[in-house]
C-alpha cells in the first residue's frame, strides 16, 4: 500500500480521514454486532495506529459492550449513515476501519476472518483464511 495515499471517507464526503502508516493487520469480522453495523453477514476492516490517523470532520459513536467487557465505539457519519472506524477501550491506540471507506480499497488484504462461530449460512468469505474465534 503507497503510504501516501492511504485516505478515505464516508459516502457524503463529510467525513474524511488520511493515515500516515499502512495497516497493520485487516480481516473480516463475522461477529454479529458487526453484522448489524454493516446490514451484512461480515465488516471487513483493518487495524491502524490513532496516532497515525488524521480523521477531519465529526465521527458520531455508538458506544456498546464487548463479549471482553471492553467498549466497543462504532463510529460512524450521521449525515449520511456510512460506518466508518470503530474504537475499542481494551485498545485505545488502534483504530479499526471499515475497508470499503477506503478511496481505493482494492488495497484491502484480509489475513483472517474473525468470530467465524457466528457466521451466518449464506455470508462466504475466502476459506483459506485462518479463522480466529475470540473467547
Ligand atoms: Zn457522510
Ligand atoms: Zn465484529
Known amino acids: 500500500m503507497a503510504e501516501s495515499q492511504?485516505?478515505?471517507?464516508c459516502a457524503c464526503g463529510?467525513?474524511?480521514?488520511?493515515?500516515?502508516?499502512?495497516p497493520?493487520?485487516?480481516f473480516h469480522c463475522q461477529c454479529r454486532p458487526c453484522q448489524r453495523a454493516t446490514g451484512s453477514g461480515h465488516a471487513s476492516a483493518f487495524v491502524v495506529a490513532k496516532d497515525a490517523a488524521t480523521v477531519t470532520g465529526d465521527v458520531t459513536f455508538f458506544d456498546r459492550p464487548s463479549d471482553a467487557g471492553n467498549t466497543?465505539?462504532?463510529?460512524?457519519c450521521a449525515a449520511c449513515g456510512s460506518p466508518l472506524m470503530n474504537k475499542n477501550s481494551g485498545h485505545p491506540d488502534s483504530l479499526y476501519i471499515h475497508a470499503a471507506t477506503l478511496d481505493?480499497?482494492?488495497?484491502?488484504n484480509?489475513?483472517?476472518?474473525?468470530?467465524n462461530s457466528?457466521?451466518?449460512?449464506?455470508?462466504f468469505v475466502d476459506p483459506a483464511?485462518?479463522?480466529?474465534?475470540?473467547?
Open 118 to 123: 457466528a457466521a451466518q449460512p449464506w455470508d
Open 24 to 26: 497493520q493487520f485487516a
Open 6 to 9: 492511504i485516505s478515505g471517507g
Open 104 to 108: 481505493d480499497p482494492r488495497f484491502f
Open 14 to 22: 463529510a467525513i474524511r480521514y488520511a493515515l500516515s502508516e499502512p
Open 129 to 135: 483464511l485462518e479463522k480466529w474465534n475470540p473467547s
Open 72 to 76: 466497543v465505539s462504532q463510529g460512524f
Open 110 to 115: 484480509p489475513g483472517a476472518v474473525l468470530f
